[in-house]
Nanobody, 131 residues
Framework: VQLQASGGGLVQAGGSLNLSCATS????????WGWFRQAPGKEREFVAA????????YYIDSVKGRFTISRDNAKNTVYLQMNSLRPEDTAVYYC?????????????????????????WGQGTQVTVSS
């Protein structure tokens, strides 16, 4: 499974970056998407997710109001717009996908938060925020 993540870089605190993760149409369908991050010496952390139908989004508290996840079905791409970046946002960011149907009426209202619940991963893109 191929997921191509890009958009990372070095930015000053308060700046913005827009991460993207593209894949093939055959992989894109019927999947929910998430972004994780991993700082040096720390475990991989769930950041945000968008549901299979794109109607639901979920964020960890520390990024609410600053990050926005979105999906473009025409481009088979998921994005993570990151604004008001802070030094503590510094990490390698990974996109991931799952067949989990969270957000669909009658199913879970929150996404799976653990990396083991996602079956395909992008290669990671470094985000560094300087103070």
């Amino acid at each position: 499974v191929q997921l191509q993540a890009s958009g990372g870089g070095l930015v000053q605190a308060g700046g913005s970056l827009n991460l993207s993760c593209a894949t093939s149409e055959s992989i894109w369908r019927s999947r929910a998407w998430g972004w994780f991050r991993q700082a040096p010496g720390k475990e991989r952390e769930f950041v945000a997710a968008v549901s299979w139908g794109g109607l639901s989004e979920y964020y960890i508290d520390s990024v609410k109001g600053r990050f926005t996840i979105s999906r473009d079905n025409a481009k088979n791409t998921v994005y993570l717009q990151m604004n008001s970046l802070r030094p503590e946002d510094t990490a390698v960011y990974y996109c991931a996908t799952t067949h989990n149907t969270w957000g669909v009426p009658g199913t879970a209202v929150t996404p799976p938060p653990f990396p083991t619940e996602y079956d395909s991963w992008g290669q990671g893109t470094q985000v560094t925020v300087s103070s």
